[in-house]
């Protein structure tokens, strides 16, 4: 993920990290931010924004727990492709 984000800040693309640990309320939300911050600086030369929250205008949300579903049908993008795989067995 670092050389994808770097690849995408020499493209001039706006990077974000999402994250819990800056929550609002979370106790040690300054202190994370600070870590983050000055790992982005360390690893990017460079301060990235740092949120929580999600951003209606964003283009791609990158996580290793999400699971893409597929918008208003309450379906994850994988199981509808099992179901595909499953009427289309030759593809």
Do not use: H, P, S, Y
């Given at each position: 993920?670092?050389?994808?984000?770097?690849?995408?800040?020499?493209?001039?693309?706006?990077?974000?990290?999402?994250?819990?640990?800056?929550?609002?309320?979370?106790?040690?939300?300054?202190?994370?931010?600070?870590?983050?911050?000055?790992?982005?600086?360390?690893?990017?030369?460079?301060?990235?924004?740092?949120t929580s929250e999600k951003d209606p205008h964003m283009t791609e949300l990158w996580d290793d727990r999400a699971v893409q579903v597929i918008r208003n049908k309450g379906v994850s993008v994988e199981e509808r492709f099992e179901q595909l795989l499953k009427e289309f067995p030759s593809v």
């Open positions: 993920m670092v050389e994808r984000v770097k690849r995408w800040l020499a493209e001039g693309k706006e990077v974000r990290i999402l994250t819990a640990r800056v929550a609002r309320g979370f106790d040690l939300q300054a202190q994370n931010w600070l870590e983050i911050r000055d790992w982005c600086r360390q690893v990017f030369g460079r301060t990235l924004i740092i």
